[in-house]
């Protein structure tokens, strides 16, 4: 059974702390990307753990040259439990983040920070580019042992494919629910260290809490 990973990509602080404490009872963990940040400030991501006690991982997707990502997981990992980078940058910028999980990590070992890298995309739009060299970056997530990999839920048999090259790595999976990935078929594939991510389905919804217990319940 996969866990739940709500993405939390509302624009006001309020709703943001209502439906993530609304929600908790059955999110597992909650992920926050540009949006909400952009929206609100960095300090967010403390203010939700703060009200929720759930794990927040920031999506910022980063994508740069090794020196510049230091400098942004120094300053994400200061407030949050995990980071999600690109991995087609290329192992020296993916290092930089995991040597700043390190650092953090030998401080506090109880609260390991973890990295997640961004395999295959869940748009169409990533089978242009992404796809062709998807398999090839989810076995550098399996040679690096990054925590996590982000893999699509909208295309299952790939989802199947990259889980299985980046053996040693959990998986991360949007493309339920607003985008209309089949739950059925991605069930088969995750497993209970893996998160089902679901956004809009539920902060959209008239009753997140309501929807957040329905797909925990699927799960
Ligand atoms: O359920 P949704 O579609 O409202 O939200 C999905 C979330 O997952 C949203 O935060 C997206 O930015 C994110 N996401 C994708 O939808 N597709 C991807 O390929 C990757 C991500 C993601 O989380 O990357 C880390």
């Known amino acids: 059974m996969p866990k739940l990973m709500l993405a939390l990509d509302v624009l006001d ?3 943001a702390i209502k439906i993530s404490e609304e929600t908790s009872e059955y999110v ?4 926050i990307g540009y949006p909400l940040v952009l929206a609100t400030d960095l300090g ?4 939700i753990k703060d009200k929720t006690g759930k794990e927040v991982i920031c999506d910022f997707k980063v994508a740069d040259i090794p020196s510049t990502n230091e400098k942004i997981a120094k300053l994400t990992l200061n407030y949050a439990d995990g980071i999600i980078c690109q991995g087609f940058v290329g192992p020296d910028s993916v290092k930089a983040i995991m040597d700043v999980a390190k650092e953090y990590n030998k401080k506090d070992p109880k609260n390991p ?3 997640i890298m961004v395999t295959e995309m869940s748009h169409g739009g990533a089978t242009s580019f992404m796809q062709p060299i998807a398999n090839e970056i989810a076995k550098m997530a399996g040679d690096l042992k990054v925590n996590g990999i982000v893999a699509p839920s909208t295309r299952p048999a790939r989802l199947k494919e990259l ?3 980046a053996n040693n790595a959990f998986v991360i999976s949007p493309g339920v629910g607003a985008q ?5 078929e991605v069930l088969k594939v995750l497993d209970e260290n893996d998160y089902v991510i679901v956004g809009r389905a539920i ?4 009753n997140p809490k309501e929807s957040a217990k ?3 319940e699927l799960l």
């Open 180 to 184: 209309g990935g089949d739950l059925k």
């Open 44 to 47: 967010i991501v403390k203010r």
């Open 13 to 15: 602080e309020f709703e």
């Open 163 to 165: 889980k299985e090259i």
């Open 113 to 115: 920070k973890k990295v």
């Open 203 to 206: 902060y959209l919804n008239e």
């Open 214 to 216: 329905k797909y925990k």
């Open 28 to 31: 597992d963990c909650i992920k």
